[in-house]
């Protein structure tokens, strides 16, 4: 995999994943003494040195990298950060809800606290037990970030290609973010916008994380169309019509998660009823806390004021 220059002093470096999408891309804008590095691709073996290949072939060496910048915590994303930081003595900087993720998630014992949150959903024990042995198996691969410090939303780091903004964009995790190149009119995007496919909304202690994205659509529509980075995939344009259909998208499954609790499903019940497939043990794990972060919206919006509707251009 090739990496791109999308235009002078902004390069895409793609790397490879152990599954789920072909490749993650991470992105480099120049400061004006070297570079700033968005997100670091997993941390399983061959993709430090995909990563120093990609480096090389932009002629940067990681001693010119000056901040380490993380669209969200999940290990495709920053698995590779703590060594980068070491070779580089580049910060990390990340959203502090997605640290408190973090250190739920390290915290001993987390996989079998989603376990325990499958079995009250209805899911069946030995289904949960291989879930939990699938979540073990990820959350190792989470990274200690000790150190890391926080990004800001509102904030901005200087580049040649103007202001980089930190956006807030809650949903695929509570602390997800995007950052935005104003001047040159591109949005690195993380997990948030994706080409063509509707981002993972799971369940966070403490959050309404498909409330969040519901919030995070309207945000964007008020970002001036850009091009935009995704982590996956290729990039491409047209952020006010890709908000208005997930915000469709997001209302239509929410009406059909809501029509089955109404009929006293259990997030199991609903979820073997939306997929009408067998589903492997990491893969029943998103979709139960995916129907469950709905339901939880479901049961706030009922004793909330109305949302606002989103604004289409």
């Known amino acids: 995999m090739t990496p791109e220059l999308i235009e002078p002093g902004l390069w895409r470096i793609p790397l490879p994943m152990p599954s789920g999408p072909a490749f993650v891309n991470v992105y480099l804008a120049r400061s004006e003494d070297g570079w700033i590095l968005i997100d670091t691709g997993f941390g399983v073996p061959g993709v430090l040195d995909e990563l120093a290949a990609g480096l090389a072939y932009a002629g940067i060496a990681p001693a010119d990298l000056r901040q380490i910048l993380l669209t969200h915590v999940h290990p495709d994303h920053g698995g590779n950060a703590p060594q980068l930081a070491a070779m580089s003595g580049a910060p990390i900087r990340l959203h502090p809800a997605d640290a408190e993720l973090l250190e739920w998630i390290l915290r001993p014992g987390s996989a079998a606290r989603m376990g325990e949150r499958l079995l009250a959903a209805g899911a069946e024990p030995d289904k949960v037990a291989e879930s939990v042995e699938a979540c073990a198996r990820l959350f190792a691969l989470f990274p200690p970030l000790d150190g890391a410090l926080p990004l800001v939303p509102g904030e901005s780091f200087e580049t040649v290609l103007g202001p980089l903004e ?6 695929h995790s509570p602390g997800h973010v995007c950052f935005h190149l104003q001047d040159r009119r591109v949005l690195i995007s993380g997990d948030t916008v994706l080409d063509g496919i509707f981002p993972n909304v799971g369940v966070v202690d403490g959050h309404d994380c498909f409330g969040e ?101």
């Open 166 to 171: 930190v956006i807030h964009t809650p949903g």
């Open 213 to 313: 994205f519901l919030d995070t659509l309207g945000r964007l529509q008020t970002v001036p169309e850009p091009r935009i980075l995704p982590s996956h995939g290729l990039p491409f344009e047209g952020l006010h019509a890709w908000c208005a259909r997930t915000n469709a998208e997001a209302l239509k499954r929410l009406r059909r998660v809501g029509k089955l609790r109404d009929e006293g499903l259990t997030a199991a019940a609903i979820t073997r009823r939306l997929w009408d497939r067998d589903l492997r043990p990491f893969d029943l794990q998103l979709a139960i806390t995916t129907v469950l972060a709905q339901i939880l919206h479901l049961d706030r919006s009922a004793t909330e004021q109305p949302r606002e509707q989103l604004r289409i251009s």
